[in-house]
């Protein structure tokens, strides 16, 4: 018999819909049920594309006695993170502090006052490796609340206090300037891996954000050493295991720190992120390998994750089913010498053996290997290593595929308008424009609706219940602004200034702080507020970006000043932390350049409109547009010259003389 969360929207609920477990959804009337039967609530927090939340599932909550007697004593919650980002965050703060590491799944257990008491994440079903089982946890929890209920409620109450007490230091005064921005350099030169690429060791997670800000700092420098760490992480990735070599895209991390074995499940905000970055690299030197890593990511995106209703999937598993029928990591995606001579003959197997770097021993478990470009095979004949690709992707796509997570959330399509409308712009693919074009569509038609405030998810064309979160309009805005600045079509730019009027009422504090909720938001233990950059910008550093490019293309004095306060937190946390606030450090680059604002008077797609959108100065905004009609801000009293497409650049309240030659235009926006 189904539970409550048959009810959700969310595939991770939906997931344990029909667990023996009594689940009820993060709501009010769950605590209220806690409170009328005396019991403490167990709050579980995963995601449906995490291996271990499987895991827990399968072994506890599948479980018939072990439901019982969770059923008995407790009012179990389920939260799928993606949806409650906030939830999320304020309980895994909790985690950390006490237990000095977080992770998912998250297991929980609260007062009916929502004050959390015990923590843990996955639980075995027997005791192992120093940890207790489940049911032991269940038991000791229990014997707690029953025996010792006034222990609980102080530690409860410690909690509260202690996560209470932690204010945010958000920099305080002024922006970051030069001296913040070179010492970031450094610290993140001191972290790179000069001999395998990124940052850090094992696991290894792909550092868009960071490479993003190295990019910008090279164009505004012309600092040699910052392209090498970005173009150098780059390669390493996209030859690595951690890139699909068959179908593109990439997966989540590398457990190792050379790139070859990754955790296999795909997210849109990485390959969003990465695409992104991918073109923004071949932007500044024009690589081949860029070029083709960031129209296959875009490929992939489309092809993979796209939804019947134009938006794009949160993720794909990391699991699948093997030869054998048993669900295990990485099936859909790994391959042994055996397998590839099944597909390939002989001949063929043998070369793409040593091309992908397929070993007898195997490079992953049971003998199979990750496929990757090790670049030990010489040179190679590339007709040849298209038709060996297309016949292993055919192969492969004849296995038991990994399965999806269809909600649609709204930052991470945010990212991936952005990601496509600029690759489709750069690469004249204007099929990527569109694709672009309908997520945002999507957005606005469903997410933003009609209540005028954006909500997080959607699933199969419906709004989830759960609203916005800082992020979401922070991301969102940034996708419509480069839409914008693509199509020439200024409606975006009005949708973005909504979204950021939102943020300007709603989420922002004193002396410049941003919350992660906003101030009409159901209240928490604590309100979150979180400036990191991890593995999306922070809704913060997000935010900071999109006011800047706003306050750029309309002149808005408001938001300028709320980007430079925003942007406090970076020179404070930018220096130290640098790899954790590579989004905030990008957005840094754009203020210390202007930045530029680009008007084009002239077509859309026209060579000068193409010439400023391939500009590298950092965070230029461009707006393109004929005639009287123009829709942005920064074209009006822009006139062509002598009938001419004309380009005007400003930055900084001083205009360089308007120009008609795309070579002139191309050196003002050089960085």
């Not at 001999?195 to 997670?205: D, W």
């Not at 021993?361 to 290997?369: D, H």
């Not at 900071?544 to 925003?566: K, N, V």
């Amino acid at each position: 018999m189904a539970n409550r969360l048959a009810q959700t929207t969310s595939p991770y609920l939906l997931q344990h819909a029909d667990n023996p477990v009594d689940w009820w959804p993060w709501s009010p009337e769950a605590f209220e049920e806690a409170r009328k039967r005396d019991v403490p609530v167990l709050l579980s927090v995963g995601y449906a594309s995490c291996h271990w939340c499987h895991v827990m599932a399968h072994e506890s909550f599948e479980d018939d006695e072990t439901a019982a007697y969770l059923n008995a004593h407790f009012v179990p919650v389920k939260v799928d993170r993606e949806e409650r980002p906030d939830v999320d965050a304020v309980y895994m703060e909790a985690v950390q502090a006490a237990t000095g590491h977080g992770g998912w799944p998250m297991t929980v257990f609260l007062t009916p006052d929502a004050e959390p008491f015990y923590f843990g994440t996955y639980f075995p079903p027997e005791p192992r490796h120093g940890s207790p089982s489940f049911q032991q946890v269940l038991e000791g929890v229990t014997v707690a609340w029953t025996d010792r209920r006034e222990e609980v409620a102080e530690v409860a109450g410690r909690i509260v206090a202690d996560l209470a007490g932690r204010s945010l230091v958000h920099g305080g005064d002024g922006v970051p300037g030069e001296s913040e921005v070179a010492q970031a350099l450094l610290g993140l030169t001191r972290e790179y891996d000069e001999q395998h690429g990124g940052f850090g060791g094992a696991p290894k997670f792909p550092p868009a954000m960071v490479v993003e800000f190295l990019l910008r700092h090279y164009a505004r420098t012309g600092a040699e050493g910052a392209l090498q760490m970005a173009a150098d992480s780059c390669s390493a990735m996209a030859r690595g295991g951690i890139y699909d070599q068959l179908g593109g895209g990439f997966a989540r991390y590398s457990v190792d720190r050379e790139w070859i074995v990754p955790h296999f499940e795909k997210m849109l905000y990485d390959n969003a992120l990465l695409c992104r970055v991918y073109a923004h690299l071949w932007r500044a030197t024009g690589s081949d390998e860029a070029r083709r890593i960031a129209l296959e990511t875009a490929d992939f995106m489309v092809r993979e994750l796209r939804t019947a209703e134009g938006g794009f999937a949160s993720a794909l598993d990391a699991d699948s089913e093997d030869a054998d029928g048993r669900h295990v990591e990485g099936a859909y995606y790994v391959w042994t010498p055996e397998q590839l001579r099944e597909v390939l003959g002989e001949d063929d197997a043998a070369f793409a053996a040593a091309y992908f770097g397929v070993t007898e021993e195997g490079t992953f478990e049971e003998g199979a290997s990750v496929l990757r470009l090790p670049g030990d095979a010489g040179p190679v004949d590339a007709a040849r290593v298209a038709g060996v690709r297309a016949r292993l992707l055919a192969a492969r796509d004849e296995r038991p595929h990994p399965g999806r997570d269809d909600k649609v959330v709204a930052a991470w399509n945010g990212l991936a308008i952005a990601a496509l409308a600029e690759t489709g712009a750069y690469f004249d693919r204007p099929d990527l424009v569109e694709r672009a074009t309908e997520a945002a569509d999507l957005l606005v038609r469903v997410h933003l609706g009609e209540v005028a405030r954006l909500t997080r998810t959607s699933k199969d064309g419906r709004a989830g219940n759960n609203a916005g979160v800082l992020e979401d309009y922070g991301d969102v805005a940034e996708g419509f602004l480069a839409l914008a600045a693509v199509t020439g079509e200024g409606a975006w730019l009005e949708f973005a200034g909504f979204l950021l009027d939102i943020v300007l009422e709603q989420f922002t504090g004193e002396g410049g702080q941003l919350y992660d909720t906003a101030h009409d938001a159901e209240q928490l233990i604590r309100r979150p507020q979180d400036p990191t950059d991890s593995a999306t910008p922070s809704g913060w550093t997000a935010a900071a970006g999109a006011l800047l490019s706003y306050a750029a293309y309309t002149g808005s004095e408001a938001h300028r000043t709320a980007a430079e306060g925003a942007l406090g937190v970076v020179k404070a946390l930018g220096p130290r932390v640098p790899r954790f606030v590579g989004w905030g450090l990008a957005v840094a680059e754009a203020l210390l350049d202007g930045p530029r604002e680009v008007a084009v008077a002239g077509p859309v797609g026209g060579e000068l409109h193409r010439t400023a959108l391939l500009g590298r100065a950092p965070g230029a905004v461009v707006a393109v547009g004929e005639g009287a009609g123009a829709e942005f801000p920064l074209l009006v009293d822009r006139p062509l010259m002598g009938g001419e497409p004309t380009a005007y650049v400003c930055r900084h309240f001083v205009c360089d003389a308007p120009t008609t030659d795309a070579g002139e235009l191309a050196a003002k926006l050089g960085g």
